[in-house]
């Protein structure tokens, strides 16, 4: 994903996470996490902070959602508050955590530049989730790197997720690191992450080239959480051609590069109902691979019933599919909400 700027390390501020189980997570080698409700608090600090209201988890996800990029930062786009936007948006991802100084550790800080205050924002989150939204904290974006290479940085990203799912009521994690990761670690962190909220929503945001082939990294990671993955948001732009599941290659840009590559995820082994088209919401969103929001309709109906396909028809049929994420609902209110307008409610009609 694009983003504004990247700002500089902040030092992490200490956070008293609730419940906190001690011992090894048999599956990681982590730290293990009890779950936010379990327990009273031992720390003072927890017992100051304001206490997010209930989150709404992986479970309530619809079979067919919609994601879209909420912008903590001004770019030019529409500044929103999440209480603005957009309705057709089932999962909302807060861009972005920042990295700290402490390999693997993020943390969150509401812009000050956009006149909102952290209170308020936690209120906005808090009524998105009373309307059945998921809202989630995305870590990385193109200037976003945080290293998770080995346990004790896997242990400081489980960590520092929970906190911020514990402060901010946020229902899950977004992985949008686009500097590559370690599948490993990464996969431990998740692990554990998932350990500490079971329904936990777990997104991911690849470049196309990291899902070329499962023996990629970001690959790896998805089929290695598969188990509780929401969903894979590939970005589709920003781009060169890419190799379909028949073999062909495709440009960018196109239908065909839209329903080839998403074949050669669910081939790899993903679930149709993991696999997501990420789009530019408009043509100022990304450097290249802008489609109308029709052609992602097209493409979803290709997949989920062999309609309206280009050159590339699946095989098979994916009623299952998940649907489609946009980069970003600043920018698709821009231009109108044109994007959410069109693809949100096909997507909400699929089969």
Not at 47 to 69: I, N
Not at 224 to 239: C, D
Not at 314 to 339: F, H, L, N, Q, V
Request: charged letters at 20%; one cysteine or more.
């Amino acid at each position: 994903m694009a983003r504004e700027r990247s700002r500089s390390p902040r030092t992490f501020r200490a956070r008293a996470l609730v419940g906190l189980a001690a011992g090894a997570l048999a599956a990681s080698g982590l730290f293990a996490f009890g779950t936010a409700n379990a327990g009273t608090p031992e720390s003072g600090a927890v017992a100051e902070r304001q206490s997010p209201g209930p989150r709404v988890g992986a479970s309530q996800v619809p079979a067919h959602a919609v994601t879209g990029y909420w912008q903590n930062f001004d770019n030019g786009a529409k500044v929103q508050t999440v209480a603005e936007v957009q309705d057709d948006y089932d999962i909302i991802a807060v861009a972005f955590a920042d990295a700290t100084g402490s390999p693997g550790q993020v943390d969150f800080t509401v812009d000050p530049a956009l006149n909102y205050t952290e209170e308020q924002f936690k209120k906005d989150v808090a009524a998105k989730q009373a309307a059945g939204k998921s809202v989630i904290i995305s870590v990385g974006g193109e200037k976003g790197a945080v290293s998770v290479s080995d346990d004790a940085s896997a242990d400081a990203f489980a960590k520092s997720i929970v906190g911020l799912m514990d402060e901010y009521g946020f229902d899950g994690v977004d992985i949008d690191l686009e500097n590559g990761l370690d599948a490993t670690y990464m996969t431990k962190a998740l692990e554990a992450i998932h350990a500490a909220k079971s329904d936990v929503v777990v997104t991911m945001a690849p470049q196309t080239v990291d899902m070329q082939s499962p023996q990629n990294e970001y690959f790896k990671t998805a089929l290695n959480i598969k188990s509780f993955l929401t969903v894979v948001n590939m970005q589709y732009y920003n781009s060169g051609s890419m190799n379909g599941c028949d073999g062909k290659v495709y440009s960018s840009g196109t239908v065909d590069f839209l329903t080839a590559l998403a074949c050669t995820q669910i081939k790899g082994g993903l679930d149709p109902s993991q696999v997501g088209l990420g789009t530019p919401a408009s043509p100022q969103a990304a450097g290249s691979g802008y489609v109308d929001p029709g052609v992602v309709n097209n493409a979803l109906d290709c997949l989920a019933k062999g309609e309206s396909c280009g050159s590339f028809t699946p095989e098979e049929k994916w009623p299952g599919i998940r649907g489609a994420m946009a980069w970003s609902t600043a920018w698709d209110a821009a231009g109108g909400d044109k994007w959410s307008g069109t693809v949100g409610p096909h997507v909400h009609g699929l089969p």
